[in-house]
């Protein structure tokens, strides 16, 4: 395949892009032509719709703890809610370990939607040099997400590396 031609995007930049909620940028496959000498290479050009309820429909993006599509208004309010978000948040020595529903479907077109996630965060003066500082893993279920918290913070006590990065 010529490096000159460009696959299709079909990207959603919510909020992002010229301030429209819902906007889709995309842009067509095209034979661009060969960028001179010494030039940035040239770029597609991209074409702006509004995201219709259609295609909301047919990829849910949002999911509720259970993993039932749930619209971004419903997201909104259970998202605010930190009872509802938090599944873990426990101290390790210099660790904290979180657990979060993100309701945000990270699968990118996987089967089940990955929607909770486990970060560790080093709370010491010198967290940028540590390797374990925002290392995440993400879990399609609650009870993964439970289980995999509980196993993370089982190792961080027994001075192991979390059990994703092995």
Same mark, same amino acid.
């Given at each position: ?27 067509? $496959? ?12 040239? $770029? ?26 749930? +619209? ?8 605010? +809610?930190?009872?509802?978000? $938090? ?45 374990? +500082? ?33």
């Amino acid at each position: 395949m010529a490096a000159d031609v460009r696959a299709v995007l079909d990207v959603s930049v919510r909020d992002a892009v010229l301030g429209r909620p819902g906007a889709v940028v995309e842009a067509t $496959r095209k034979r661009l032509p060969r960028p001179v000498r010494g030039c940035e290479p040239l $770029r597609p050009k991209l074409k702006l719709t509004p995201m219709t309820r259609e295609r909301e429909d047919r990829w849910p993006r949002y999911f509720d703890r259970n993993g039932v599509p749930i +619209n971004i208004d419903t997201w909104g309010k259970l998202f605010e +809610n930190n009872e509802y978000q $938090r599944l873990g948040h426990d101290h390790v020595g210099d660790y904290l370990v979180s657990t979060v529903w993100l309701g945000l479907d990270h699968g990118f077109g996987s089967d089940a939607p990955v929607i909770f996630e486990t970060m560790i965060f080093a709370t010491q003066d010198e967290k940028d040099d540590d390797e374990l +500082n925002q290392v995440c893993t993400r879990y399609t279920s609650e009870a993964a997400a439970l289980t995999g918290h509980q196993q993370t913070v089982q190792n961080l006590r027994e001075g192991k590396r979390p059990w994703f990065l092995n």
